[in-house]
């Protein structure tokens, strides 16, 4: 059991090594670098993207929230939905946005709930992902 769980945390540590590689190539641009922080680390459309009848995302809400359709373990004081990313219309404020990826606290200082996972982007990836955000399209595949 306990070789099982090393190997899945090991297996995600290579998996996320490899996604960040694949983001900081020389040559990409902040907008490119932040979708491929949105898109293969955060992995932000997992939960802020709706999913069809058969579970594959509905590009067409790209990131424009969703129910999260999971059974906590343990009684949540919320309805687990993830809200919009798309342009984040809940900080419009770049400032506030940037502060919220490098410390993860929003304005007034409130920490999210879970299932959200509390990110501390540096400043470079933060602008990158802010990026992303500000101006979200589907992926390429969907276009």
Sequence with gaps: ???????VVVSIAIA?????????QPAVSDWKRGRCLVEQVGMC???????????APLLDRWLQGAPVDFTPKAPMPFAAVAPSLA???TLPDDADALRFL???ALPGGRQLLPPMPQYRFD???ARAVLAD??????PAAAR
């Design 1 to 7: 059991m306990l070789r099982a769980r090393h190997s």
């Design 123 to 125: 400043a470079t990836d």
């Design 87 to 89: 342009g984040l219309p």
């Design 133 to 138: 955000l500000r101006k979200p399209t589907p």
């Design 16 to 24: 996320l090594a490899a996604a960040m590689t694949a983001c900081s």
């Design 102 to 104: 490098t410390t993860g």
């Design 45 to 55: 459309a997992d939960c802020h993207t709706s999913r069809g009848d058969k579970g």
